[in-house]
């Protein structure tokens, strides 16, 4: 891809952002931002793992919302604003965590985003929000791209937070919504790691399952220690002895590594259905096993998605070496560029209150934050590992294998009611 026809997209959609953007404040009797204005700098704190186990996943996220900083609030953008994107290492320690984010709220960051761990997701939402409570001249705004427990968009919402990837309830109904539909498929092994993400990937399933094919049966259901570099093959050799049909897993990173790893070595090709196949190092591992592990991944996006982000994608490979794959950066960035535009201002607390119910331009269309818990309404599509072919040309980590989709399911056929009572400033 030319860097004349990566510009020409992100053109297109700067275009579409604008055109949205002069449409609502007609609407409210005023103009948008000149898009030749002098840019205003703003700055967002990234506050993710950036060394230890997990610093492989936390320095592509990074990457990702810096090149789509640059890419998307580049100039001419409508908001008439250019985004610097820095990044704090949290070392994956919700005590670390809100250190980073005293020291970013010190320093003058007034927007936030973290994404890996919803311990640290909690502890960050509430510090941001006791923040704004104590000092709305200063207020901060929190958004969430890949912290995946409901209790943050039900029970302990904020209107601070912002969810900008699927929670674990949408992801789990629409993987037991496709699991349904394999009609000789009658029993599954659930593994995941032993912290509150795989705790409630396990819960959910289970509920979302039950619901949908009560038939199928749970034959393992196993917790293990997250990110010890452990051996895997003592639960491969218990999941190929208790009969399962496929293996059910929420593992990311090292974990899911381990586990590919360990059911390639035992020659057990059971069908892995998961959420994160597409992070760094796991398609390469897939690949050097010759595809013969049957894979399917649910997520908000595939290796081919279409649009604007399709030659982004490729120019972020061509920067960096490695696969964008943290989507989310694209509607998080975007969100903000449209809120601002609209509100004519970056005061995060007037964004927030913009935010809050917007529809915007989301890399795969248009997407709505919901007003009644701040969780993006977006469909998630589950997608196979395959070679590529003339439809999906696009390969994952240059292995000559893709993620192609298999099934996209609505946002109103994954999301459900919220129990959140949000408290507005």
Wanted: net charge positive.
């Amino acid at each position: 891809m030319s860097g004349g026809a990566r510009s020409s997209g992100v053109r297109r959609w700067l275009r579409r952002l604008a055109v949205l953007g002069a449409f609502a404040w007609a609407g409210l009797g005023g103009p948008a931002w000149a898009a030749d204005a002098p840019q205003k700098v703003v700055r967002i704190a990234f506050i993710d793992p950036l060394s230890g186990p997990a610093a492989d996943i936390g320095r592509n996220s990074l990457r990702s919302w810096q090149f789509m900083a640059e890419q998307l609030a580049g100039p001419g953008n409508p908001a008439g604003v250019r985004f610097v994107v820095a990044g704090f290492d949290n070392k994956g320690s919700p005590k670390e965590s809100l250190d980073a984010l005293k020291a970013a709220i010190d320093q003058g960051f007034r927007y936030v985003v973290q994404g890996n761990g919803s311990g640290v997701a909690a502890a960050i939402s509430d510090a941001v929000t006791r923040h704004n409570t104590r000092h709305p001249e200063q207020a901060v705004l929190y958004i969430n791209y890949a912290a995946m427990d409901p209790a943050l968009t039900n029970d302990l919402c904020s209107f601070w937070h912002f969810r900008v990837d699927a929670d674990t309830t949408m992801k789990t109904r629409a993987l037991a919504l496709f699991m349904a539909s394999q009609s000789a498929l009658k029993s599954v092994y659930l593994l995941n790691q032993n912290y509150a993400h795989g705790q409630q990937f396990s819960r959910y399933f289970r509920e979302a399952l039950t619901q949908e094919r009560p038939d199928i049966q749970i034959v393992g259901d196993e917790l293990h220690t997250a990110f010890v570099g452990q051996d895997f093959g003592p639960y491969v050799r218990r999941i190929a002895e208790s009969g399962a049909q496929a293996v059910v897993t929420g593992n990311w990173g090292a974990d899911l590594r381990g586990l590919v790893k360990a059911m390639q070595k035992q020659g057990v090709t059971l069908p892995l259905y998961a959420y994160y196949p597409m992070l760094k190092g796991v398609p390469e591992l897939l690949a050097s096993g010759d595809g013969r592990l049957p894979v399917y991944q649910v997520a908000n996006n595939h290796t081919n998605q279409a649009g604007d982000i399709a030659p982004l994608a490729t120019a972020f490979r061509r920067r960096y070496g490695e696969d964008l794959v943290v989507y989310a950066a694209f509607d998080g960035t975007a969100m903000l560029l449209q809120a601002m535009s609209q509100a004519k201002t970056t005061d995060a607390a007037q964004v927030a209150v913009r935010l809050s119910g917007m529809v915007f331009p989301g890399f795969s269309g248009p997407v709505q934050m919901r007003a009644d818990d701040h969780q993006l309404q977006q469909g998630l599509y589950v997608s196979r590992w395959q070679k590529v072919d003339e439809r999906y040309p696009r390969d994952a980590e240059e292995t000559g294998y893709t993620f192609a989709p298999v099934r996209y399911m609505s946002a109103s056929e994954i999301s459900g009611p919220t129990s959140c009572r949000m408290q507005r400033p």
